[in-house]
């Protein structure tokens, strides 16, 4: 007989920091209740899903289940169905470094970076349900679960794609992918693949005009590439102190970094490489800020101000305090290193990729952008800043730094009621 997905120890691993403050419960005195409230629900068929949209950029919209027995079912349905069919999410950092040991290969190689257009829009959720479902794994609790998605029209039927923030999103799609990822390692040529959720990223010892025609076929009906796709040659040209090489760089970017590997391979050396955050993820940090401005300049909350700004330029902790659920001394690290801690100037090494500089010329632009909206002439903030801060703050908002951040891992502390403060200022945009 099947264990239960919904039992009681199952669902207590479901249970994650922060559910206290963000479904308005208190899991110290009320956890047993809801957890045997969940089991209920599930075995009486009563299980609902109240539900928010939020709209998103590009006509996108997420999905907020609200009500925490709904919200804890699908995680558990998500962690019995990652057990069933073997689905592990990839691991960001693990694939980056794996991209920086394949960028050291000096063989002459072509790459192919492309993502799936509007992919959880899109997506045949349908066929994948119709697999869990006919599948005698399957335990009845979690196509109970499936059936209350269908009937709400958050799954399957007439409803297209999967709901973004569903909570059972990111297994639905990695069951979709499964076949692309075995296809796509066999196409002649490919000989090292990366994918984290529909980011994909190909090296190939042949054109990649073919190696993308076929990952199209492959997509194919419901499923294309968007019209993003890079295409990058790394080449092996000879570079020597008398004769140094002239190609310039080839770049791309991929998980947020980008890639600037050199062209020119001096003898029983790897190619040098840079890796700095993508463009795109520092046009995110400047648009914060001026969010953090904005908003400074709504409500005149200048404590709020300098904590949105070291939040941006540091690294911090967020402590469990604020739940009521776990230990109150664990903490979860993040922030301007943590999150691109594999950025720098790597050489060739005994062991392979040698980090020797982190000297980031992305973070002096994003310093020098800051400090010209705080304290520039042509500023729109500069006055009011002034005005509404005092010495000490103007002091700590002036030695706040991106760089320093990053290269000395300055760390700050903060619960997750002012993490979630600070966050409103550009949440969703």
Known sequence: MQLSPFSENHLRCCIRSGDSAKFNIDLDTERERLLSETQSKIKTNTLVFDQREVILSKGRKLFLVENYHGALALRATARSLNRQFGVHAGNRDAIVRAVIETLFDATPSYLLRCDIQSFFENVDAESILQEIQKSTRTHPHIKEVLRRLREESLLGGATKGVPRGLGLSTTLAELALRELDRKVRQIPGVYRYFRFADDILVFSIGKVDPV??????????????????????????????????????????????????????????????????????????????????????????????????????????????????????????????????????????????????????????????????????????????????????????????????????????????????????????
């Open 212 to 429: 993308k025609a076929e990952i199209e076929e492959i997509l194919k009906p419901s499923l294309s590439l968007n019209n993003k796709t890079e295409t990058v040659t790394l080449h092996s040209l000879p570079d020597t102190e008398q004769r140094p090489c002239t190609q310039a760089a080839s770049t791309f970017s991929y998980l947020g970094y980008r890639f600037e590997c050199q062209n020119g391979i001096r003898a029983r050396k790897s190619r040098r490489l840079q890796v700095c955050i993508s463009d795109n993820k520092v046009a995110v940090r400047k648009t914060r800020v001026i969010l953090s401005l904005k908003a400074f300049m709504k409500d005149k909350n200048t404590n709020l101000l300098i904590d949105r700004i070291r939040y941006l330029t540091s690294n911090f902790e967020i402590t469990k305090s604020g739940h009521s659920h776990g230990s109150s001394k664990a903490k979860v690290k993040t922030g301007i290193f943590y999150n691109y801690h594999q950025c720098g100037e790597y050489e060739h090494g005994k062991f392979g990729p040698r980090l020797t500089s982190t000297d980031l010329d992305e973070l002096k632009k994003l310093d020098g952008f800051l400090s010209a909206l705080l304290w520039g002439s042509g500023s729109e903030f500069r006055d009011s800043i002034k005005a509404a801060l005092t010495p000490q703050q103007i002091l700590d908002l002036k030695k706040l730094s991106f760089l320093q951040g990053f290269q000395k891992k300055m760390t700050i502390r903060f619960t997750r009621s002012t993490v979630s403060q600070i966050r409103k200022a550009w949440q969703y945009a």
